[in-house]
């Protein structure tokens, strides 16, 4: 074991944890200026997230409240982060950490906890397996400010920039699709459709630069390849906010396309997405289960986020080790 002492911060979305705290998370949500940015948006950036989450708060409220009031995520991520200190204790002395992007544990206090233990080195790993600087991006970002703040220099930081290739990653991925499958009883494999449904993102981030489309696209391939199944497949994304092009095609327009090919049996996998919340519990499995049942849909199955998926565990501690062993 290296005596180095290793400091593993997972970095997240975070999400409301009561119903009184949506419009303050959206608040610091349209506030990012990784997700909010036009000309002059420093300017007036404030004033609009007030005025978004203000607007959005109580439809967003009410999602929430019909999965139980709040969100999973924290809860689900600091499981994430016992099962990777678990996995990392017996081969090098790390301590890991969750912070949240928009909600508590926020990245400020956590940069200061890291200050305060005094590690020799820190190892940065966003939990989206995809980058994007609208997620990972976003958060690295706030933690190099926090740093800033607060003085952090001297530290050695390595970061894992994205995880969609590890093969532990892949491994888990399909394991739990080949579970959900066994619910399609008496259905040929060419009838079940495979729909990967991934967060959007808007186009003016891809033009510029942003790989997240690709790695979505090399994260599908992949795991269809290790599967080895025959079901036809998609591509699809989510949850676009506002009025600027994002990528296509959406969610909802693939149910409604496929419905009205006469397909009955979907499975939509949430791949951009390593714990369950408000996008996959709500968005996909009661909005998107609701539309489908509309159009003649008679099974529509979702697979959970990986959560605290062995292979998932296995694929961050490699990533965390593989950086931890580099000069």
């Known amino acids: 074991m290296s005596s180095r002492r290793i400091a593993v911060v997972l970095f997240q979305l975070g999400g409301p944890d009561s119903l009184e705290a949506v419009q303050p998370f959206l608040f610091n949500l349209f506030m990012d200026p990784d997700i909010i940015d036009f000309p002059l948006a420093r300017l007036i950036r404030k004033p609009l997230a007030r005025f978004i989450s203000s607007r959005r708060s109580k439809e967003v409220a009410r999602n929430y409240a019909q999965i139980g009031g709040k969100s999973p995520i924290l809860e689900l991520t600091n499981a994430q982060a016992a099962a990777l200190q678990t996995s990392l204790r017996s081969r090098t002395d790390s301590t890991v950490f969750v912070a949240m992007r928009y909600w508590d544990p926020l990245t400020s206090l956590v940069v200061e906890k890291v200050k305060a233990g005094g590690f020799d080195e820190i190892v940065l790993l966003p939990l989206y397996p995809q980058y994007s600087i609208t997620t990972s991006g976003s958060s690295i970002n706030e933690w190099n400010r926090q740093c800033a703040r607060v003085g952090l220099r001297g530290v050695r930081q390595k970061i894992v920039d994205h995880f969609y290739g590890n093969p532990n990653y892949v491994d888990a991925v399909v394991d739990k699709i080949s579970k959900e499958l066994t619910k399609f009883s008496g259905v040929e494999p060419e009838e079940i459709h495979l729909v990967f449904s991934a967060h959007g993102v808007p186009l003016s981030i891809l033009e510029r630069g942003d790989p997240y489309q690709r790695q979505m696209e090399e994260t599908v391939q992949s795991v ?100 931890a062993q580099e000069e």
């Open 224 to 323: 269809m390849a290790r599967g080895k199944w025959w079901h036809p497949h998609i591509l699809c994304y989510q949850s676009k906010v506002g009025p600027a092009k994002w990528l296509q095609p959406s969610l909802n327009e693939t149910v409604e396309r496929l419905a009205s090919k006469g397909v009955r049996h979907l499975l939509v996998i949430p791949i951009a997405f390593v714990t369950d919340h408000i996008e996959t519990l709500h968005e996909i499995n009661i909005e998107a289960r609701h539309k489908a049942e509309s159009l003649g849909i008679t099974q529509f199955e979702m697979m959970n986020g990986l959560n605290d998926h062995p292979k998932l565990i296995e694929a961050l501690a490699d990533e965390v080790l593989n950086l």
